[in-house]
């Protein structure tokens, strides 16, 4: 018996020590080599600064920039999740409605034509990690009239900025195109500073 306790606890030890420790320091290590830019979380830096990451959204106000998706935990990369109410939740449907009619509200003056059935729904909805950091090009298209007004940057301009920093579907086949958010507003405070 004695034997058996002795073999189970070295084997623990062995085993914290290997998957604990050495596994993962390989990983780190082979992962700084391998992916040198991303390893750490594809951080963006402005002036040597870091001011977020390409692939966790977060949150823009006011109307000079493009506005990421809704999220439920106040874009942190540190938790996510999505709520578990359905279409069939009345609370859902309450704050999808009231999403809708802020959208409508920040935009219209700069789209006359905006209606709510034009809203795109990743305008209205979280992404299932509650921080994506894309948005659909319709989403972009339609914030596009306030930013460029807002911004005095010609629409020709900020639909060029709008296609530069859209990524493709993913294996060239899954999903839709998405317009990073950090990237995009990146380029237009680059292209027309906020005074």
């Known amino acids: 018996m004695r034997k058996d306790l002795v073999t189970g606890l070295v084997a623990i030890v062995a085993m914290t020590i290997v998957l604990g420790l050495l596994y993962p320091l390989a990983i780190t290590g082979i992962s700084q080599l391998v992916f040198p830019g991303t390893a750490n979380g594809s951080k963006v830096s402005v002036d040597g600064r870091v001011v977020g990451s390409h692939l966790i959204g977060q949150e823009f106000k006011g109307k000079a920039w493009f506005h990421s998706r809704p999220s439920a935990t106040e874009y942190s990369g540190n938790v996510t999740f999505f709520g578990n109410g359905g279409p069939n939740s009345a609370e859902v449907r309450e704050e999808i409605r009231e999403r809708l009619a802020e959208y409508v509200k920040l935009n219209r003056p700069y789209d006359h034509g905006l209606t709510r059935a034009d809203v795109p729904v990743d305008a209205?909805?979280?992404?299932?990690?509650?921080?994506?950091?894309?948005?659909?090009?319709?989403?972009?298209?339609?914030?596009?009239?306030?930013?460029?007004?807002?911004?005095?940057?010609?629409?020709?301009?900020?639909?060029?900025?709008?296609?530069?920093?859209?990524?493709?579907?993913?294996?060239?086949?899954?999903?839709?195109?998405?317009?990073?958010?950090?990237?995009?507003?990146?380029?237009?405070?680059?292209?027309a500073p906020l005074k």
Request: charged content about 20%.
């Open 124 to 191: 209205v909805t979280q992404s299932a990690s509650g921080v994506d950091p894309d948005i659909s090009e319709a989403n972009a298209a339609i914030q596009a009239h306030r930013v460029a007004a807002v911004r005095g940057l010609s629409p020709a301009k900020v639909e060029e900025l709008i296609a530069a920093n859209t990524d493709g579907r993913s294996l060239g086949v899954l999903g839709e195109p998405g317009v990073n958010v950090l990237e995009l507003n990146l380029a237009i405070e680059e292209e």
